[in-house]
C-alpha cells in the first residue's frame, strides 16, 4: 500500500465544496443516481416546511444548527488529504465504537472478507480524519449516510479504494458498506443500514456490522430532515439537527 503523504492537517473545514475536492476524490453515491439521491424505500414522500436557507449544504451549515439528541457540539472537523492509506496492520475481526452525538455504535469489520476498505477506514479513523464530521444523508427505513468531512456528498480523502464485491450480497439492518459514484470510486463514505434491504444490488462493498446500539440507530432515525437544495432523494434526507461523528475508537 501507498505511504500517505498527508496535505493539509490543520485548517478547520469553514470552506466551500469546492476547496475540499481533488481529482482523486469519490462523489460517493448510490450507482446510477445523483450524489445525493438513492432509492425510494417508502413509496411516499413527507413534506417539509423548513425553508431551504435553513437547510444545511456544506458543513459549515450543519455548524449552525442544533446538535443531533441535545449532545454538545464537538471540535469541528480538519481537513485532510492523503495519497492513499497507510498500512494499519489490519487482519481479522476489528472492532470499532462510532461515538456519535446520539451514543455508541459498535462495529465489526471483517478485515477478512473487505481488508483494502477496512485497512483505510481504520487508517483513516486513526488519523482523526472523521473526528468532528457529520451524517449529511438520513433516510428512515433505509440508511445513514456518513464519512464526508464537507458534508456534501463529493468529499472524500484524496484517494479510492478498489471494490471488495461478495458474488451475493446480505444488506441487512446493521450492515455497514461504502457509498460509490459506480465501480471502482469508494473513498471514505459508508452507510449504515437501517433495516433489511434485499433490493440492493451487490455493488457496494460490506465491510462491518453493528453489534451495540442499535437503539441509536433508533434514535438517529428520529432526527428531523429537511429538503437540501441539490438532493435528489424523493423525500427529506438532510439532517436539520446536526448528527456529529465525534470520535472513532478502534480496539485490535
Not at 434514535?219 to 430532515?225: D, K, S, V
Request: glycine letters at 10%; aromatic letters at 8%; a negative charge.
Amino acid at each position: 500500500m501507498p505511504t500517505p503523504r498527508i496535505l493539509a492537517l490543520t485548517v478547520v473545514l469553514a470552506v466551500a465544496v469546492s476547496a475540499c475536492s481533488s481529482s482523486g476524490d469519490a462523489s460517493d453515491s448510490f450507482e446510477g443516481t445523483s450524489t445525493t439521491s438513492a432509492p425510494d424505500t417508502t413509496g411516499t414522500v413527507t413534506p417539509t416546511t423548513v425553508p431551504l436557507e435553513s437547510v444545511p449544504s456544506n458543513y459549515v451549515g450543519y455548524l449552525h444548527q442544533p446538535t443531533a439528541c441535545s449532545a454538545d457540539q464537538p471540535d469541528p472537523a480538519v481537513a485532510m488529504q492523503f495519497d492513499g492509506p497507510g498500512n494499519a496492520n489490519v487482519s481479522g475481526q476489528v472492532m470499532v465504537t462510532l461515538n456519535t452525538s446520539c451514543g455508541q455504535i459498535d462495529l465489526a469489520l471483517d478485515a477478512a472478507a473487505a481488508p483494502e476498505t477496512v485497512n483505510s477506514f481504520v487508517y483513516l479513523a486513526e488519523q482523526g480524519y472523521f473526528d468532528g464530521t457529520v451524517s449529511h444523508r438520513i433516510l428512515p427505513g433505509f440508511m445513514m449516510q456518513a464519512g464526508d468531512p464537507t458534508a456534501t456528498g463529493r468529499g472524500g480523502p484524496g484517494y479510492t479504494i478498489p471494490d471488495e464485491l461478495p458474488a451475493t450480497a446480505d444488506y441487512r439492518r446493521g450492515v455497514v458498506a461504502m457509498a460509490n459514484a459506480g465501480a471502482g470510486s469508494a473513498g471514505s463514505q459508508f452507510f449504515i443500514l437501517f433495516g433489511d434491504a434485499p433490493w440492493l444490488p451487490p455493488s457496494y462493498t460490506i465491510f462491518g456490522e453493528v453489534t451495540q446500539g442499535f437503539e441509536v440507530l433508533d434514535a438517529i432515525e428520529q432526527i428531523p430532515l429537511g429538503q437540501g437544495p441539490a438532493s435528489a432523494d424523493s423525500q427529506p434526507s438532510t439532517p436539520l439537527n446536526s448528527l456529529y461523528i465525534e470520535s472513532i475508537t478502534i480496539t485490535r
